[in-house]
């Protein structure tokens, strides 16, 4: 015997109080979650674990009485306190309220163990990847089963039901199968019959109904009928995403690594939300080169700054290996703002009519030490890019200086047009 469990909830007695508590206090875990992401390191990032809620804002709705109206109390005496009497505040208990007692707004804290799937759907809830789809659709080796009508052969867990049983009995009325509550009534009259002939005809009626039942089966295999699937090709769109990080001398330990936090909240939003999205990895000082994940993650390099030979790899790869009528190329470069000055209007002429002119998404993301004063200073590039990004091309720029601000400059490049058009501004 097989058991086929197809409930959408896996098993499990506290399952379903656990995601009635989820909806509830969804609000209060995203920023939970978000507060958590700014303190973990760059390897366990998005493991799960455990957040800390405020236990006040996870209190259920209820009914009580509105104010006002005259109220009646009966209260008990006692023999230490007279009217007018100020009583001090208690001490103050574990729990997350203040050391002191009457120092201070305390509140309780109720610790929330997320799995990393929990963890991961909050945080890729209203992210996407803009204009995804623009262009054309693509056809994959990619097949889906789609349902093409039934067959008279086929996988038992195939079989179905409803037609099955409707064919049976539409052969049972036209073949006139006796039922049972006719035999039941038959065989009955035939108890009760007192006349010898007419029970004698009765009892042969009997005997011909019961051959005839048994000759025509309630369920004969030539009934069976099967759901029969066919495999047809999915279209997928097919996008790209390019990032690009410098890793020259200019940048700090502090400055790679808000950029490698960025970059590895990109990767794990597309590698859990897409499925077929390629990301391309270069890095560079004065020349750039691909390179794989872990290499661009952790290895570590050091150089001049020309941003150009980032830019002219991208170019490079899209000519060879991403038609872009037939691609959605994204891209995100991360990068302390410094540039060769004589590398400036080489940059400008390769993103300006190289690269934005295909992407259908480019986003800048300038990195500062935690110190700095992002709003005062303009480094070359962010100048450069400011210019270019008045003429209405699909560039995006933030500047982040700590870690807290990954994540919001991360959300707010990413939120999906919705959302965005739903925010208060």
């Given at each position: 015997?097989?058991?086929?469990?197809?409930?959408?909830?896996?098993?499990?007695?506290s399952?379903?109080?656990?995601?009635?508590?989820?909806?509830?206090?969804k609000?209060?875990?995203e920023?939970?979650?978000?507060?958590s992401l700014q303190?973990?390191?760059?390897r366990?990032v998005l493991d799960?674990?455990e957040?800390?809620?405020?236990?006040g804002?996870?209190?259920e709705?209820?009914l009580?009485?509105?104010?006002g109206?005259?109220?009646?109390?009966i209260?008990p005496?006692?023999q230490?306190?007279v009217e007018?009497?100020?009583?001090k505040?208690?001490?103050?208990?574990?729990?997350?309220?203040s050391s002191?007692?009457g120092?201070g707004?305390?509140?309780?804290?109720?610790?929330f163990v997320?799995t990393?799937?929990?963890f991961?759907n909050i945080?890729?809830?209203?992210?996407?990847?803009p204009?995804?789809a623009?262009?054309?659709?693509?056809?994959?080796e990619?097949?889906?089963?789609q349902?093409?009508g039934f067959?008279?052969?086929?996988?038992p867990?195939?079989?179905?039901v409803?037609r099955?049983t409707r064919?049976a009995?539409?052969?049972?009325?036209a073949?006139?199968?006796?039922?049972?509550?006719?035999i039941?009534?038959l065989?009955?009259q035939?108890?009760?019959?007192?006349?010898?002939?007419?029970r004698l005809?009765?009892?042969?009626r009997?005997r011909?109904?019961?051959l005839?039942s048994?000759?025509i089966?309630?369920?004969?295999?030539l009934?069976v009928?099967?759901?029969?699937f066919e495999?047809?090709?999915?279209?997928?769109?097919?996008?790209?995403m390019?990032?690009l990080?410098?890793v020259s001398g200019?940048m700090s330990e502090?400055?790679k690594?808000l950029a490698?936090?960025f970059?590895?909240?990109?990767?794990?939003?597309l590698s859990?939300?897409y499925?077929?999205?390629e990301?391309?990895?270069?890095r560079?000082?004065?020349k750039a080169?691909?390179v794989?994940?872990?290499t661009?993650f952790y290895s570590?390099a050091?150089?001049?700054?020309?941003v150009?030979s980032a830019l002219a790899v991208?170019?490079s790869i899209?000519a060879?290996?991403f038609?872009?009528?037939?691609?959605?190329?994204y891209?995100?470069?991360?990068?302390?703002?410094?540039?060769?000055?004589?590398?400036g209007?080489?940059?400008?002429?390769?993103?300006?009519?190289?690269i934005?002119?295909?992407?259908q998404?480019?986003a800048?993301i300038e990195?500062g030490?935690?110190?700095g004063?992002?709003?005062m200073?303009?480094s070359p590039?962010w100048?450069?890019?400011q210019e270019?990004r008045?003429a209405?091309?699909?560039?995006?720029?933030?500047k982040?200086?700590?870690?807290?601000?990954?994540?919001?400059?991360?959300h707010?490049?990413f939120?999906?047009?919705?959302?965005?058009?739903?925010?208060t501004?």
């Amino acid at each position: 015997m097989h058991i086929i469990d197809r409930r959408l909830n896996p098993r499990g007695k506290s399952l379903e109080n656990r995601q009635r508590f989820l909806r509830r206090a969804k609000d209060a875990v995203e920023q939970a979650v978000k507060r958590s992401l700014q303190n973990r390191s760059i390897r366990d990032v998005l493991d799960g674990g455990e957040v800390t809620l405020p236990i006040g804002g996870m209190a259920e709705p209820g009914l009580h009485r509105g104010g006002g109206g005259i109220q009646d109390r009966i209260l008990p005496g006692n023999q230490k306190f007279v009217e007018g009497d100020f009583i001090k505040r208690p001490p103050a208990s574990g729990g997350g309220r203040s050391s002191e007692a009457g120092e201070g707004d305390g509140e309780d804290g109720f610790r929330f163990v997320l799995t990393r799937e929990e963890f991961l759907n909050i945080f890729l809830e209203d992210l996407e990847l803009p204009d995804l789809a623009k262009r054309r659709l693509s056809e994959t080796e990619e097949v889906t089963p789609q349902r093409a009508g039934f067959s008279v052969s086929g996988s038992p867990s195939n079989i179905a039901v409803g037609r099955t049983t409707r064919l049976a009995m539409m052969r049972r009325l036209a073949l006139h199968r006796p039922k049972v509550e006719d035999i039941e009534a038959l065989q009955k009259q035939i108890d009760e019959c007192d006349n010898a002939e007419e029970r004698l005809v009765l009892e042969d009626r009997l005997r011909t109904l019961t051959l005839k039942s048994k000759r025509i089966p309630y369920i004969d295999p030539l009934d069976v009928r099967y759901r029969r699937f066919e495999n047809t090709p999915k279209p997928v769109v097919k996008a790209v995403m390019f990032c690009l990080m410098d890793v020259s001398g200019s940048m700090s330990e502090h400055m790679k690594d808000l950029a490698k936090r960025f970059y590895l909240l990109l990767y794990l939003f597309l590698s859990q939300r897409y499925e077929k999205v390629e990301i391309v990895f270069i890095r560079h000082t004065e020349k750039a080169e691909e390179v794989d994940e872990e290499t661009f993650f952790y290895s570590p390099a050091t150089g001049g700054t020309l941003v150009s030979s980032a830019l002219a790899v991208m170019r490079s790869i899209v000519a060879a290996r991403f038609d872009p009528t037939e691609w959605n190329i994204y891209a995100a470069q991360a990068s302390d703002g410094d540039n060769s000055y004589s590398d400036g209007a080489l940059t400008g002429q390769l993103l300006q009519q190289e690269i934005l002119p295909v992407c259908q998404y480019f986003a800048y993301i300038e990195v500062g030490e935690e110190d700095g004063d992002s709003s005062m200073s303009r480094s070359p590039l962010w100048t450069l890019y400011q210019e270019i990004r008045s003429a209405a091309l699909p560039l995006a720029m933030r500047k982040v200086c700590r870690r807290n601000e990954i994540f919001p400059v991360f959300h707010d490049l990413f939120q999906k047009k919705a959302a965005k058009a739903g925010a208060t501004p």
